[in-house]
């Protein structure tokens, strides 16, 4: 090896890992029960006789309710980056302590507790939509804390210059901001925003905690009741399926992200 150049000593080192790789794949090949993962993991029925409930009902819900999440947390997201960069100090207080609170707290506790606790400390009232609308209202909430902090770098990776460009114009703060600042910010955060979508998709699984008609149930609260019951019961067939379902919805999602990340590179 000492003989080698440091680029064939690299390819060496590559090929020895693929090496490995393609014997870790025989192995496991050789010694797997494909009988009993087949039957377990992949049972025909399981697929044939649910896909319908999966792609219409689950996969459906689980796009509505990320749709609404992502939008009630980008509007919440806005005001409370507005807030904090304002220039009144109790304003900037407020949204600071909102975002390090939500970003501080897990979803699934949140979820927990506008489901169940606010009706508890509010006399039995609940966000419109039962506990799936405070599921969502949950979600939102952190949603936009960490979607504020996103729109916050975007705003701030904007040249001064564009602002007190505007403003030597006679463009009004709040204009200037509008027109100017949050159009090219929103360029800048394209790609962490559909990260953040992306998030938001995986998290609709949190939602089983709070209860749910048939006609309510995502993707994993669906593969959940088929474990128990359905033509795949007391197999993973459902979670495989759902697994599935959720890489055919985030995987383009993330090629996107990808693009556009190569994209904005590229421009610079």
């Not at 080698?4 to 693929?18: D, E, F, H, K, S």
């Not at 896909?51 to 819900?61: E, I, L, M, S, T």
């Not at 949140?110 to 009706?119: Q, T, Y």
């Not at 925003?193 to 998290?203: F, G, R, S, Y």
Request: one cysteine or more.
């Amino acid at each position: 090896m000492g003989s080698l150049t440091r680029t064939q000593r690299q390819r060496a080192v590559r090929l020895a890992l693929y090496a490995l790789f393609v014997l870790l794949v025989v192995v496991f090949a050789l010694i797997a029960d494909w009988e009993a993962i087949s039957s377990n993991f992949f049972l025909r029925e399981g697929f044939t006789e649910t896909w319908q409930d999966f792609v219409f009902v689950g996969a459906k819900n689980t796009i509505l309710y990320t749709l609404i999440a992502f939008v009630g947390g980008f509007v919440l997201a806005m005001v409370l980056v507005l807030m904090k960069l304002a220039p009144i100090a109790p304003f900037r207080w407020v949204a600071t302590a909102y975002i390090e609170l939500f970003r501080g707290l897990p979803a699934l506790v949140v979820i927990l507790f506008m489901a169940f606790g606010v009706p508890i400390a509010f006399g039995g009232w609940r966000p419109p939509g039962g506990t799936i609308g405070a599921g969502l209202v949950a979600l939102m909430l952190v949603a936009g804390a960490y979607m504020a902090e996103t729109l916050r770098a975007g705003i701030e990776a904007v040249p001064k210059g564009q602002t007190e460009a505007a403003r030597s114009l006679g463009m009004s703060g709040p204009w200037t901001m509008a027109t100017v600042v949050m159009p090219q910010a929103l360029r800048i955060v394209i790609p962490p925003l559909t990260n953040e979508l992306v998030i938001l998709i995986k998290d609709t699984s949190l939602l089983f905690v709070v209860g749910m008609a048939a006609n309510q149930k995502e993707l994993t609260t669906m593969a959940r009741d088929f474990m128990t019951s359905g033509p795949s019961a007391g197999t993973a067939t459902s979670l495989i399926f759902a697994c599935l379902m959720y890489l055919a919805i985030t995987l383009p999602l993330t090629r996107v992200v990808a693009w556009l990340e190569r994209r904005q590179k590229r421009s610079r």
